[in-house]
C-alpha cells in the first residue's frame, strides 16, 4: 500500500515537526511506499489532502481536531477516499478519543500498523460542510473556537474551561424547531447537542453514541443551573432525545454552529448522514 504522510507547522505540531524522522522511519516498515509532504497552513494542508484521493491508498496526518475536520472536509466529497491514519496532537483531542486514539505517537503509529480498519458515518451540512462528530448551537458552543489560540498554548485545556464557567453564569435559552420525516417539534433550550461520537470538550458526554451505527443521537436540554448544564451531564435530563439521519434544524438565534469545533454557518440547518463514509485505523 501506498502511503502519504501530511502535517504542518500550524501552532501545536512542535512535537511532531521534532519527531518527523521517527515518525518516517516508523511508516516506511509498515508501507511500501511513504512519501511525506508538509505545509505551510492548514489551508495548504487539506488542498494536499484532496489532491492525494486519487493517488494513495492510505493518508496519514498529524494535528489536533481542527486539522482532522478540515482533512475531512477535502477528502469527502471525492470518490476515491484513502484510509485515515491520525497521530494527534491537539489539547481536546475529541477526534482521536472517539476513535480510540491518544495523543502519544508511539501508540498512534502501533495503531496504524495494526491496519484495523473502521468505517464512520459523516454529517453533510447544507449540502456544503461536512463533519465527523458533533454539531451544536447554544451556550458553550462557542468555546472550542472562540477561546484564543495563545490561551490555549499557554494554559491548555483551562483556557477552555476558563470560557465554559463564563457561559455557565450567563443565563441563555432560545426556541428552536426541529423538522424529522416532516413533523415539526418545537423546543426552548439553553443548548442544541448533534451527536456522532462519545466526546466532547474532552468529556465522555454520551458512552452509547455510536460513530458508525448510521444515526446521529440529538440532545435538546432542560434549561436549569448552569444553563442545563447539570441537567445533562448528572441528572441525564433532557427536553428531548431523538435518533436521526436525516433533520431540518431552525434555531431562533443567529449565532453560528459549532461544526466539529469550527465556527460554522449561523441559521437554519439541514442535516443528512452519509453512513460509514470514511474509513480510519483505529483501537476501537
Known amino acids: 500500500m501506498n502511503a502519504i504522510f501530511l502535517y504542518s507547522e500550524a501552532p501545536g505540531n512542535g512535537k511532531i515537526i521534532k519527531r518527523i524522522s521517527y515518525i518516517e522511519k516508523k511508516l516506511s516498515k509498515i508501507f511500501s511506499k511513504v512519501t511525506l509532504v508538509k505545509a505551510n497552513n492548514l489551508f495548504e494542508l487539506a488542498d ?57 505517537i508511539s501508540k498512534s503509529l502501533k495503531i496504524i500498523k495494526k491496519g484495523k480498519k473502521l468505517p464512520f458515518d459523516v454529517g453533510l451540512i447544507n449540502g456544503k460542510t461536512y463533519f465527523a462528530f458533533v454539531a451544536a448551537i447554544g451556550a458553550f458552543s462557542e468555546i472550542s473556537y472562540a477561546t484564543k489560540r495563545g490561551r490555549v498554548k499557554i494554559f491548555g485545556k483551562m483556557a477552555y474551561y476558563v470560557n465554559a464557567v463564563k457561559d455557565a453564569v450567563a443565563p441563555q435559552s432560545f426556541d428552536v424547531k426541529i423538522v424529522i420525516d416532516n413533523v ?62 436525516k433533520i431540518t434544524i431552525l434555531p431562533s438565534i443567529q449565532t453560528p454552529w459549532c461544526v466539529d469545533g469550527e465556527e460554522g454557518t449561523a441559521g437554519p440547518i439541514d442535516i443528512v448522514l452519509l453512513k460509514k463514509h470514511i474509513s480510519i485505523f483505529t483501537n476501537r
Open 184 to 245: 415539526t417539534y418545537e423546543h426552548k433550550v439553553p443548548f442544541l447537542l448533534l451527536l456522532n461520537g462519545k466526546y466532547i470538550g474532552g468529556f465522555p458526554i454520551s458512552l452509547r453514541n455510536k460513530v458508525d451505527d448510521g444515526k446521529f443521537d440529538l440532545y435538546l436540554t432542560k434549561p436549569g443551573l448552569f444553563n442545563g448544564l447539570l441537567n445533562y451531564l448528572f441528572m441525564k435530563r433532557h427536553t428531548s432525545y431523538y435518533r436521526v439521519d
Open 48 to 104: 494536499n489532502a484532496k489532491k492525494a484521493c486519487s493517488k494513495y491508498d492510505v493518508l496519514i496526518f498529524a494535528g489536533g481536531d481542527g486539522t482532522f475536520h478540515r482533512i475531512v472536509n477535502a477528502i469527502a466529497k471525492e470518490e476515491n477516499r484513502p484510509i485515515l491514519g491520525y497521530i494527534s496532537s491537539g489539547t481536546l483531542n475529541d477526534f482521536g478519543k472517539n476513535f480510540g486514539i491518544n495523543r502519544r
